[in-house]
């Protein structure tokens, strides 16, 4: 068939129109199959043992009861597991049964695999791990000796300094310093963590539920010592992932077992085990310290940043670093230390850094507005960079003040009384609250492949993942428009490690990275085809590779940004906070489909809600546990604790990128913890500094208090 990716009458494009999506049947009808749902002949089920003691060595693993049961085929632990190259491993919490340490309560002690997963669980049940135990010490505090400033890690500076900090607090007329905290909080997607590991033809197969198959099938094939061409990675449909889902324990036990059994193997994860193996956002400490003279320009901006971290694998959550973007000072210092303690890693969650970051830095811009006598929009603009406050960088477009200006007229902030606790309706005081948000637009090289078919369609294929975003759809109209064909002619492959390398679906890099490998693609095959002559059976396909493309970019300050707006009511009698109104306008680039990118922005918004007035992990020290280690004992959001919510955006071009686009799975989080915490400061007169904003809290607080 004669075929070119053209048309006449070119197709109006189909970006930027809301497009449901198109695996939205498959998905209803139960055709789409998840990590767990994909069948196999001869397919055996992994129960991970989790350690019952914080800290110590096993002394021994009794196999015999767990061997005995019904169906069981295999108990793997430290003694007889296959031996992993864990010398060059950049997380050894996946090295699975090298030795016989525990580091932490929940960590992976052994695998019972046997013939259904009941009989798994029955077995492992029965496995009888004895244990030589230590002192252990899994509290974070402000004044632990074992606390240090990391090294610079690959994605953020530990510590940055421009300015002199004391010369520049000891200059203010106007001071803040203060003290805020956020709970160990967990990001449980809907699909539990699942991997089906297989050996097919010499090459090792993995279905799983992954945020990138680039992003496990490298770690994956440097424990096994396997070329990474003999691993591949399959991810077609994800239900979430929030930064949770790399690789893990239970991917490396599953291959562990398939290669003892030579035959499939499925490991999943339940709830339970969850909160001790996927990872989990660290509490934090921080201390923000604000000068300014009386006219509101900061002079000084110092914020501190305390978390743990394992023994085992550091991870440093950024929180200090939303100021090093938002605003202009004389100086300008933020830092971050670690604690290492013997509990599970925590690890990336969803907007990691300016989610617990943003609570304390825009709180404390809302005291230092207060004590100035400014509108908290007012102080905002009077600090506004006109290059990057720490980098020096010119912004790649910056619409910070063009959010709050549309978001204060939606909200009808001009007719907002200052003054705080004047809003009354019988026992409820009614306040409002706004703050800032941002986060960084960033990209990651990927390859792709276009295929303009003999029957006239065209077939995208990468190694993208579709956690639940709408990835798949946002690809599939970038693709038809880069085309200048209809989207149903476009049929969109992802979640394939044999695809090639690509980006992950994270730190809001996926859409950007995926659409310019996309895009670049199709420009080749664009070059390839000749109107009018006849394709091959095979079709024609061309490859695209962004790495060159990406690394040419002029040095800059990208982001995306946004403006959110709170309404509460606070009961006086009970001390519950309702949120009565949310609104955030962004600013994130070209916004490829309207339908999904508004549930990615308001489901944002309601986790930022959640995390202000619900969640948090409580650990007992005595034990090392988690308290409630379930989604009954962990407290979320449910339907009836959320209000309005308003999402708008902005048009935010973007001359640096070929597709303007930027990012919106986290930017919706950013600053509505603070918006609300802000909003209840200006309902009650009382100032809370440590999340959630428990009822208990707010009785305790009382009027005109401090929290």
Same mark, same amino acid.
């Given at each position: 068939?004669?075929?070119?990716?053209?048309?006449? &009458?070119?197709?109006?494009?189909?970006? @930027?129109?809301?497009?449901?999506?198109?695996?939205?049947?498959?998905?209803? %009808?139960?055709?789409?199959?998840?990590?767990?749902?994909?069948? !196999?002949?001869?397919?055996?089920?992994?129960?991970?043992?989790?350690?019952?003691?914080?800290?110590?060595?096993?002394?021994?693993?009794?196999?015999?009861?767990?061997?005995?049961?019904?169906?069981?085929?295999?108990?793997?632990?430290?003694?007889?597991?296959?031996?992993?190259?864990?010398?060059?491993?950049?997380?050894?919490?996946?090295?699975? !049964?090298?030795?016989?340490?525990?580091?932490?309560?929940?960590?992976?002690?052994?695998?019972?695999?046997?013939?259904?997963?009941?009989?798994?669980?029955?077995?492992?049940?029965?496995?009888?791990?004895?244990? +030589?135990?230590?002192?252990?010490?899994?509290?974070?505090?402000?004044?632990?000796?074992?606390?240090?400033?990391?090294?610079? @890690?690959?994605?953020?500076?530990? %510590?940055?300094?421009?300015? +002199?900090?004391?010369?520049?607090?000891?200059?203010?007329? *106007?001071?803040?310093?203060?003290?805020?905290?956020?709970?160990?909080?967990?990001?449980?997607?809907?699909?539990?963590?699942?991997?089906?590991?297989?050996?097919?033809?010499?090459?090792?197969?993995?279905? +799983?539920? $992954?945020?990138?198959?680039?992003?496990?099938?490298?770690?994956?094939?440097?424990?096994?010592?396997?070329?990474?061409?003999?691993?591949?990675?399959? /991810?077609?449909?994800?239900?979430?992932?929030?930064?949770?889902?790399? &690789?893990?324990?239970?991917?490396?036990?599953?291959?562990?077992?398939?290669?003892?059994?030579?035959?499939?193997?499925?490991?999943?994860?339940?709830?339970?085990?969850?909160?001790?193996?996927?990872?989990?956002?660290?509490?934090?400490?921080?201390?923000?310290?604000?000068?300014?003279?009386?006219?509101?320009?900061?002079?000084?901006?110092?914020?501190?940043?305390? $978390?743990?971290?394992?023994?085992?694998?550091?991870?440093?959550?950024?929180?200090?670093?939303?100021?090093? %973007?938002?605003?202009?000072?004389?100086?300008?210092?933020?830092?971050?230390?670690?604690?290492?303690?013997?509990?599970?890693?925590?690890?990336?969650?969803?907007?990691?850094?300016?989610?617990?970051? /943003?609570?304390?830095?825009?709180?404390?811009?809302?005291?230092?507005?207060?004590?100035?006598?400014?509108?908290?929009?007012? =102080?905002?603009?009077?600090?506004?960079?006109?290059?990057?406050?720490? /980098?020096?960088?010119?912004?790649?477009?910056?619409?910070?003040?063009?959010?709050?200006?549309?978001?204060?007229?939606? !909200?009808?902030?001009?007719?907002?009384?200052?003054?705080?606790?004047?809003?009354?309706?019988?026992?409820?005081?009614?306040?409002?609250?706004?703050?800032?948000?941002?986060?960084?637009?960033?990209?990651?090289?990927?390859?792709?492949?276009?295929?303009?078919?003999?029957?006239?369609?065209?077939?995208?294929?990468?190694?993208?993942?579709?956690?639940?975003?709408?990835?798949?759809?946002?690809?599939? =109209?970038?693709?038809?428009?880069?085309?200048?064909?209809?989207?149903?002619?476009?049929?969109?492959?992802?979640?394939?490690?044999?695809?090639?390398?690509?980006?992950?679906?994270?730190?809001?890099?996926?859409?950007?990275?995926?659409?310019?490998?996309?895009?670049?693609? *199709?420009?080749?095959?664009?070059?390839?085809?000749?109107?009018?002559?006849?394709?091959?059976?095979?079709?024609?396909?061309?490859?695209?590779?962004?790495?060159?493309?990406?690394?040419?970019?002029?040095?800059?300050?990208?982001?995306?940004? @946004?403006?959110?707006?709170?309404?509460?009511?606070?009961?006086?009698?009970?001390?519950?906070?309702?949120?009565?109104?949310?609104?955030?306008?962004?600013?994130?680039?070209?916004?490829? $489909?309207? #339908?999904?990118?508004?549930?990615? &922005?308001?489901?944002?918004?309601?986790?930022?809600?959640?995390?202000?007035?619900?969640?948090?992990?409580?650990?007992?020290?005595?034990?090392?546990?988690?308290?409630?280690?379930? #989604?009954?004992?962990?407290?979320?959001?449910?339907?009836?604790?959320?209000?309005?919510?308003?999402?708008?955006?902005?048009?935010?071009?973007?001359?640096?990128?070929?597709?303007?686009?930027?990012?919106?799975?986290?930017?919706?989080?950013?600053?509505?913890?603070?918006?609300?915490?802000?909003?209840?400061?200006?309902?009650?007169?009382?100032?809370?500094?440590?999340?959630? =904003?428990?009822?208990?809290?707010?009785?305790?607080?009382?009027? @005109?208090?401090?929290?």
């Amino acid at each position: 068939m004669t075929v070119t990716p053209s048309t006449p &009458l070119r197709p109006p494009s189909p970006v @930027g129109v809301p497009h449901t999506r198109v695996e939205g049947p498959d998905k209803v %009808t139960g055709r789409a199959r998840y990590a767990g749902e994909v069948p !196999f002949a001869e397919l055996a089920h992994g129960w991970l043992v989790l350690s019952t003691v914080t800290r110590g060595r096993i002394r021994s693993v009794d196999t015999a009861s767990a061997l005995a049961r019904p169906g069981v085929l295999a108990v793997l632990h430290h003694g007889d597991a296959p031996h992993l190259d864990v010398a060059d491993t950049d997380d050894p919490t996946t090295a699975v !049964f090298q030795h016989d340490r525990v580091p932490h309560r929940g960590w992976p002690v052994a695998l019972v695999v046997a013939e259904t997963p009941e009989q798994a669980r029955e077995a492992a049940e029965t496995l009888v791990v004895r244990y +030589d135990t230590e002192p252990h010490d899994t509290a974070l505090r402000e004044d632990h000796p074992g606390a240090y400033v990391p090294a610079d @890690g690959p994605h953020v500076q530990a %510590t940055a300094r421009v300015g +002199d900090l004391d010369a520049a607090l000891a200059a203010s007329a *106007v001071r803040i310093d203060a003290r805020y905290t956020t709970p160990e909080q967990y990001h449980h997607p809907m699909e539990p963590h699942t991997a089906t590991a297989r050996w097919d033809g010499g090459r090792l197969d993995l279905i +799983d539920s $992954n945020q990138g198959a680039i992003w496990v099938q490298a770690p994956l094939a440097r424990l096994f010592s396997l070329d990474p061409g003999a691993v591949r990675v399959r /991810s077609e449909h994800i239900g979430g992932g929030f930064g949770s889902k790399g &690789l893990r324990a239970h991917q490396v036990a599953a291959v562990m077992a398939a290669t003892r059994l030579r035959r499939p193997v499925r490991v999943a994860l339940t709830r339970r085990q969850m909160f001790s193996v996927a990872g989990y956002r660290s509490p934090t400490v921080q201390r923000v310290r604000l000068g300014a003279g009386p006219d509101g320009r900061l002079r000084a901006l110092e914020h501190q940043g305390l $978390n743990l971290t394992s023994t085992v694998h550091e991870f440093m959550e950024p929180a200090a670093c939303p100021g090093r %973007t938002l605003y202009a000072a004389d100086a300008h210092h933020t830092s971050h230390r670690l604690v290492r303690l013997d509990v599970p890693s925590p690890t990336w969650m969803r907007a990691p850094g300016e989610a617990p970051g /943003s609570f304390a830095l825009e709180c404390a811009l809302d005291e230092l507005a207060e004590r100035l006598g400014l509108d908290p929009i007012e =102080l905002r603009a009077r600090n506004e960079p006109a290059l990057g406050p720490v /980098s020096g960088l010119p912004f790649a477009g910056r619409q910070l003040l063009d959010c709050f200006r549309e978001g204060a007229d939606r !909200f009808g902030w001009s007719g907002r009384d200052p003054r705080p606790g004047v809003r009354r309706e019988g026992p409820l005081l009614i306040g409002t609250g706004t703050a800032a948000a941002c986060f960084p637009a960033g990209a990651m090289p990927s390859t792709a492949a276009v295929t303009a078919e003999a029957d006239g369609t065209f077939t995208v294929r990468i190694a993208a993942a579709d956690i639940g975003t709408g990835a798949r759809t946002a690809l599939t =109209l970038i693709a038809a428009e880069a085309l200048r064909v209809a989207p149903d002619r476009v049929r969109v492959r992802i979640g394939d490690s044999d695809f090639g390398p690509a980006g992950i679906a994270g730190g809001s890099t996926g859409t950007r990275s995926w659409a310019w490998a996309v895009t670049a693609a *199709v420009r080749a095959l664009r070059e390839r085809l000749v109107p009018g002559a006849d394709l091959p059976p095979e079709g024609i396909t061309a490859r695209a590779d962004t790495t060159a493309a990406l690394a040419a970019l002029p040095p800059s300050e990208r982001h995306s940004y @946004g403006a959110q707006f709170a309404e509460v009511a606070v009961d006086t009698v009970t001390g519950e906070i309702r949120v009565r109104r949310l609104l955030g306008v962004f600013a994130a680039g070209r916004i490829v $489909n309207p #339908l999904t990118a508004r549930g990615q &922005l308001v489901g944002g918004m309601i986790w930022g809600l959640s995390m202000a007035l619900h969640e948090e992990a409580a650990r007992d020290h005595a034990s090392g546990a988690t308290v409630g280690a379930d #989604l009954a004992g962990y407290h979320f959001a449910a339907h009836a604790d959320v209000p309005a919510v308003e999402a708008h955006w902005l048009a935010a071009p973007d001359d640096g990128d070929p597709l303007g686009i930027r990012g919106i799975g986290e930017i919706g989080i950013v600053g509505t913890a603070a918006a609300i915490a802000n909003a209840v400061r200006h309902a009650t007169g009382v100032r809370h500094r440590d999340l959630p =904003l428990r009822p208990d809290r707010v009785l305790m607080a009382g009027e @005109g208090g401090q929290g």
